[in-house]
């Protein structure tokens, strides 16, 4: 009798054991990798099935130092991947640095998730707030943290401000026109006697920029820039010609749009001395051009050509009615129109036009009739 009990006690404890195992195995069927799935996404497609399993498992198993930042305190680091760097040799440095805790189970995520194959060689910003997992989408990321931006000579803000949507910056087209006609919300502009506008106040050239800039500190970065192109040799030359820093900006504006090429810019300059010094109007086309604004039907803000109507558009810019300089620059000058306007050529001559020839070059002259005898034919 006793060896009949004995013998379903045993039954019924390997009956037990085998509901264990079977439920376990179940488990791990079934509720295993939908649980991991519900916690680090979907498998990689590349994984085999008991790669799949395998990887699940080990993640279950470290799910909390996965989900948990490594590190205590305050610290940020730029961390930057070379090209071909392998993921042993990206989890070994994080661990020194202290951002993760466990290298293998870093690596188990990355080739679970096939993240190991879209890590980015670049300079990534990893903090001690990031867990592993942050991390690991952190240094994939193929955004660059700072960006290029690039402004033309001659270019007015609606121009730049054309160029704000696709620039990668974190501002937006009407953010920067509301604070170019409103700058003194933003900036301190005591240096150019505190004008009502940015125009001619940001440089051309190629600026390295944070991409999460705010709006001010990429007007400052810029300004401050064409600040620094007016050095007090500069700015002596100009008070020597009568002009203060933002009267030099503005002629050198004009001078910008006027010039084709680089080497007529003083030449450009000494006309436009000579017509003020004379009490003449500078009767320059790009002022009138940009009263004009846009014009749709040629899409431009430089309408050309100038008609006689146009010629009369009542704008303290237009230079034809207009004496003197106009009230703001008309474009962004480059350095070299701020330097031809700081050292202009000395010539007797008071008109100019472009040379028939198209190579972008102009015929001078000092009387009207010799202007008139250089036009083409």
Same mark, same amino acid.
């Given at each position: 009798?006793?060896?009949?009990? $004995? ?7 390997? !009956? ?19 649980? !991991? ?7 990689? +497609?590349?994984?085999? @099935? ?18 948990? +930042? ?13 090209? =071909? ?11 020194? #640095? ?5 290298? #293998? ?19 990534? $910003? ?13 240094? !994939?990321?193929?955004? +660059? ?24 910056? /974190? ?41 999460? /800039? ?13 600040? /620094? ?12 010609? =009568?002009? *203060? ?9 004009? @001078? ?21 010094? *004379? ?7 790009? $002022?009138?051009?940009?009263?004009? =604004? ?47 306007? /700081? ?35």
């Amino acid at each position: 009798m006793r060896h009949k009990t $004995t013998s379903k006690l045993i039954i019924l404890v390997l !009956v037990i054991a085998l509901c264990a195992v079977l439920a376990g195995i179940s488990w791990v069927v079934y509720r295993l990798p939908q649980q !991991v799935e519900s916690i680090f996404g979907p498998a990689s +497609p590349s994984l085999t @099935v008991v790669q799949k399993y395998s990887y699940a498992f080990q993640l279950e198993f470290h799910k909390d130092e996965l989900l948990s +930042p490594a590190g205590r305190g305050e610290k940020e680091i730029k961390f930057s991947i070379e090209s =071909g760097e392998g993921i042993q040799s990206i989890a070994n440095r994080l661990y020194q #640095e202290g951002f993760i805790s466990n290298t #293998e189970s870093f690596i188990d995520y990355l080739i679970y998730s096939g993240l190991d194959t879209k890590i980015q060689a670049r300079t990534h $910003t990893i903090n001690n707030l990031m867990n592993p997992v942050a991390i690991a989408y952190e240094i !994939v990321d193929a955004t +660059p943290e700072e960006v290029t931006f690039g402004l033309l000579a001659g270019w007015r803000i609606e121009e730049i401000a054309g160029t704000i949507p696709n620039s990668g910056l /974190a501002f937006g087209k009407e953010e920067f026109l509301n604070a170019a006609q409103n700058p003194a919300t933003l900036l301190d502009l005591s240096f150019w006697g505190d004008p009502t506008s940015l125009e001619g106040l940001l440089p051309p050239g190629e600026f390295i920029i944070q991409r999460t /800039a705010t709006l001010g500190e990429f007007l400052s970065i810029l300004e401050k820039d064409q600040e /620094a192109q007016f050095s007090d040799s500069i700015i002596s030359q100009l008070a020597s010609l =009568g002009l *203060s820093p933002y009267e030099g900006l503005i002629l050198a504006s004009i @001078v910008e749009r006027e010039a084709m090429v680089d080497e007529e810019k003083p030449m450009i300059a000494s006309v436009f001395y000579n017509r003020l010094e *004379s009490g003449m109007r500078l009767d320059s086309d790009p $002022t009138v051009q940009y009263a004009i =604004g846009f014009n749709s039907e040629q899409n431009t803000w430089w309408t050309n050509p100038i008609n006689a109507e146009q010629l009369q558009i009542d704008s303290l810019n237009n230079t034809y009615l207009y004496q003197g300089l106009p009230p703001s620059p008309i474009s962004a000058p480059s350095v070299k129109a701020i330097e031809a306007v /700081a050292s202009p050529a000395q010539t007797p001559y008071y008109y100019f036009r472009a040379a028939c020839d198209g190579s972008g070059n102009h015929q001078f002259a000092v009387t009207y009739e010799e202007h008139l005898q250089n036009a083409c034919p």
